[in-house]
């Protein structure tokens, strides 16, 4: 989120839009930015029960923390709460993944259009540093660890962040940024294409960033929801190939060896 923490430092932080937790300093804001990062990047399978006893031993907290934690992430619908059994990764679907893209597409063209017409020089030149920054990452390898994802994730995201920035609407953010958060869940269950997707994506990114410079809102956002809706066919298809899509939901929690200490990196 943080096109919404930019745009509460420039000066519009009076909302009842959501804040942004991910900054926040406390145990349990830490446990949740891991716990986040382990369901977006699937080492938490999608539907798989989160027993407290292997959450202990994996994140090295109590139980009052973890809950905590686990509140924010059923916020964030991350996280589903089965009454009186406990808590669960989310589940995922071929419908829901088309109920995400066509939602990311109205928000994030929305955004975008907005962020055209308030953008201001200081806008542009971040928009310009993230996709410097971005065209200079090497694409991990497909079998790469988590860590070397993560690092290109947040480059990528910053630039798509940086796009909509200036749009001046704190709710418009957030909820793009909740729909972001779920469509790289889907692409990380797509892992064996995945760098197929982001070589095609780096030229339309940079045909994203001339659009958006060029103040060309009709062509940038035609060129977003293509963006969106072409990573999130090739996912659709990969999902679909990889026998029946409910297979790729756990039933039951996999023991997991203790986590690294100390904090993560920004999730994608």
Not at 191 to 200: A, W
Request: with cysteine; net charge negative; hydrophobic share 40%.
């Amino acid at each position: 989120m943080e096109s919404l923490r930019m745009l509460n430092i420039n000066g519009n932080g009076m909302t009842s839009a959501p804040q942004d937790i991910t900054t926040e300093d406390a145990a349990s804001f830490d446990v949740y930015r891991q716990l986040r990062l382990d369901i977006i990047s699937c080492h938490l399978k999608p539907n798989q029960k989160l027993r407290f006893d292997a959450l202990r031993k994996s994140y090295g907290v109590g139980v009052g923390t973890l809950r905590e934690a686990l509140s924010h992430l059923v916020s964030d619908g991350m996280v589903r709460i089965d009454a009186g059994r406990g808590f669960r990764v989310a589940p995922v679907s071929v419908e829901d993944l088309e109920d995400v893209t066509a939602w990311r597409v109205e928000f994030e063209t929305r955004a975008l259009a907005a962020s055209i017409r308030n953008g201001d020089d200081d806008w542009e030149a971040e928009v310009v540093t993230s996709y410097h920054l971005l065209s200079k990452v090497t694409v991990p390898d497909p079998e790469a660890p988590p860590e070397e994802w993560s690092a290109y994730g947040d480059k990528h995201v910053r630039f798509h962040e940086a796009l909509v920035a200036s749009c001046g609407s704190p709710w418009l953010l957030f909820f793009r940024s909740a729909l972001q958060s779920q469509a790289l869940r889907y692409q990380a269950l797509a892992m064996s294409n995945r760098e197929k997707m982001i070589h095609r994506a780096m030229d339309e990114h940079k045909a994203l960033m001339n659009a958006t410079l060029s103040r060309d809102a009709e062509q940038a956002t035609a060129l977003i929801a293509k963006h969106i809706q072409d990573t999130s066919e090739d996912v659709r298809i990969i999902l679909s190939q990889s026998a029946a899509v409910g297979n790729l939901n756990a039933d039951v929690v996999e023991e997991r060896g203790p986590r690294r200490r100390g904090r993560p990196r920004k999730s994608a």
